[in-house]
């Protein structure tokens, strides 16, 4: 079973609960022409509702209470979640999640064809292929070059990105000590950044599109969440995107644990325009604050931008935690079901904001573009730029 709650689908406000176990492909909706009043319940759950002595009326003037009391029955009560790792264990973990490969000293020497794809605070990232014997031979990969002075840092980091291994979070593949960097091998993304898809004034993406790439990033949460770790970086740059038509979450560098001896964290991490009020304002958080950048992430492929992106930093930042929480900049060419599904997310309490779980039952997911479509789209974007080759070595 899956942590997560059958949801009332209708076409006036959604109605979203709180976690309950059911699988994530069923969406039922009220329908008065039906014996029960509901279109969509299995089969099994629609026989036990006609025997239950619920009438329709009672399903049209409260159709969500109706499901709670129907599940509760077919289901039982939710499973409880695991307990917190101690800290102790997670330490263990990490430091047993990953190994250098020391048996080369320098990558150059079974990589070829080094193309630079970006540089950022963290190193710089290049493509190359493979040339090692042996099945991965030509396979071509992401190298990012790390300064060795970082090493501890990045040990943190390699280790919480192995341990959350998942369809939708780049796989890191093997990691490199030389003389003056910490080289991560990882899967290479082709269609580079979900940044290139968000541009100011040109809508690129339809609402489709943007609800693919929240249900692909939502389900990497989901997953990291249930592992009680917080990304805490969540932004366009740090989803990428395949030619393929793949999304996935990448880049851990401020990723943490919570444990039983620290269930929220108070450090204030991660990017400036994208963070969450209640990490702005030192206050405890949890994983709730991965939500709302991924939402403010939403409005940088609707709108072009983060909100306040011309705000000076502070500012910006002032603004976060005073404003009311930020919206479509043009709702009338968006669905109501995506505005809803948005302020579901923006909520400035934590535990008012829905979790990763909660959202993957909205509405809005059963109603994504397949993998293909979105195959399309970042084939198109990626010849519009193809970065320089870059001749290293």
């Known amino acids: 079973m899956t942590s997560s709650r059958l949801a009332c689908t209708h076409k006036g406000p959604a109605i979203i609960g709180v976690p309950f176990n059911v699988v994530h492909d069923v969406h039922v909706r009220p329908d008065s022409s039906t014996a029960t009043g509901f279109v969509g319940l299995p ?5 036990a509702l006609q ?52 048996t080369i000293s320098d990558p150059r020497t079974c990589f070829r064809d080094f193309v630079q794809l970006g540089q950022g605070a963290s190193g710089v990232v290049y493509s190359a292929v493979d040339t090692r014997q042996g099945p991965n031979k030509g396979r071509k990969v992401a190298l990012k070059y790390c300064d060795l002075k970082e090493l501890e840092e990045l040990k943190t980091e390699i280790a919480m990105q192995s341990l ?39 809508r690129i993406c339809e609402e489709s599109h943007v609800s693919y790439v929240l249900k692909c990033v939502l389900q990497a949460l989901s997953f990291i969440h249930r592992q009680y770790r917080v990304h805490r970086d969540i932004k366009s740059d740090n989803i990428l995107i395949d030619t393929d038509g793949r999304v996935k979450l990448a880049d851990f560098g401020f990723a943490a644990s919570l444990t039983r001896e ?32 991924l939402a403010i992430t939403a409005l940088e492929m609707t709108d072009g931008e983060p909100p306040l992106m011309h705000e000076p930093v502070m500012r910006a930042l002032f ?10 900049h043009d709702p009338s060419v968006w669905s109501e079901t995506l505005d809803h599904f948005l302020r579901k997310m923006l909520v400035k309490l934590p ?30 974007q990626r010849h519009i730029y193809v970065p320089p080759r870059v001749i290293l070595w």
């Open 351 to 380: 535990n008012d904001r829905s979790s990763a779980e909660q959202l993957l039952m909205h509405p809005l997911m059963s109603d994504v573009a397949t993998q293909e479509d979105f195959a399309k789209l970042a084939w198109r």
């Open 51 to 102: 025997l239950s002595g619920i009438s329709r009326d009672d399903v049209k003037a409260n159709p969500q209470a109706v499901l709670d009391a129907l599940q509760l029955t077919m289901e039982g009560p939710p499973q409880r979640p695991p307990p917190l790792p101690s800290r102790n264990t997670v330490n263990f973990k990490l430091l047993r999640a990953f190994e250098f490969n020391n």
């Open 319 to 328: 603004l976060i935690t005073v404003n009311e929480p930020p919206k479509l």
């Open 262 to 293: 620290a269930r929220n964290r108070t450090s204030v991490v991660g990017t400036p325009f994208w963070m969450a009020p209640e990490l702005i304002q030192s206050q405890s958080y949890d994983c709730k604050v991965d939500i709302w950048s």
């Open 164 to 202: 959350s291994g998942h369809p939708n979070v780049v796989s890191l593949l093997e990691a490199f000590l030389t003389n003056t960097h910490v080289v991560i091998a990882l899967e290479l993304m082709t269609g580079g950044m979900l940044t290139s898809l968000c541009e100011r004034d040109i």
């Open 43 to 47: 089969t099994t759950w629609d026989r």
